[in-house]
């Protein structure tokens, strides 16, 4: 009797940049790719940074914890692709350069999926600028960059306003003529951003971990 083979999950490595011992805040993007496409994954986060990354400063610091995290979840049995779950895609081209694994980067791939849906993309986030790779893949379809100035950190995100403020930030940029709305910030898919807008205003959404959901399953279609 021939015994069927035993099915190897493959699985994607999550990258983030929040340090937090709170499992549910951590697993936050891997669960939500769980039920949108039914990704498997696994996630780690860097050390002494618990409010993420805000600037350059705070980028420059990370840039050497992602860059050594992804050598070690590429060394992990069944991880056959990495993703940075940031909006900068600090230590992307560091990453790419230093293992053989795709990996993928947040704010490239919400730039690229909301290229798909808009032609005057309008950014929201919480640092002084848009990340640079983001504006720069959207090209002519950028529009706008917006954010709160009560909401520079990540960890701001969690007080109990912040889904209105962000809800008013968004509507004065549709207003400024935007016809897209994409998010820079990872944290918004922690709170649950877009589905709290959802109902709430016209033009389409795109979620950094969604769109870094699509840019996995691509990387699946091809292999």
Request: with cysteine; net charge negative.
């Amino acid at each position: 009797m021939v015994k069927n083979p035993i099915e190897v999950v493959q699985l994607l490595g999550i990258i983030r940049v929040l340090t937090t011992d709170d499992e549910k805040i951590l697993n936050e993007h891997g669960k939500k790719l769980k039920e949108y496409f039914s990704i498997e994954s696994v996630t780690r986060c860097i050390p002494s940074q618990p409010n993420g990354i805000y600037d350059d400063e705070s980028e420059k610091k990370a840039i050497p914890k992602i860059v050594e995290l992804a050598k070690e979840l590429a060394e992990k049995p069944n991880i056959d692709a990495i993703t940075i779950s940031c909006a900068a895609d600090p230590g992307l081209d560091e990453a790419r350069n230093e293992i053989d694994l795709p990996v993928l980067g947040a704010g490239g791939c919400g730039a690229h999926a909301a290229s798909m849906v808009g032609n005057r993309i309008g950014i929201i986030g919480i640092t002084d600028a848009p990340p640079a790779r983001m504006k720069e893949e959207l090209g002519r379809k950028f529009h706008s960059y917006s954010y709160h100035p009560s909401l520079r950190k990540t960890t701001d995100l969690f007080a109990s306003t912040a889904k209105d403020e962000l809800l008013e930030v968004v509507k004065d940029v549709i207003n400024s003529g935007a016809d897209c709305i994409l998010f820079a910030c990872t944290g918004f898919s922690t709170i649950g951003l877009k589905d709290y807008l959802n109902g709430k205003i016209s033009v389409p959404v795109i979620d950094l971990v969604e769109a870094q959901g699509i840019g996995y399953q691509l990387i699946k279609k091809g292999s």
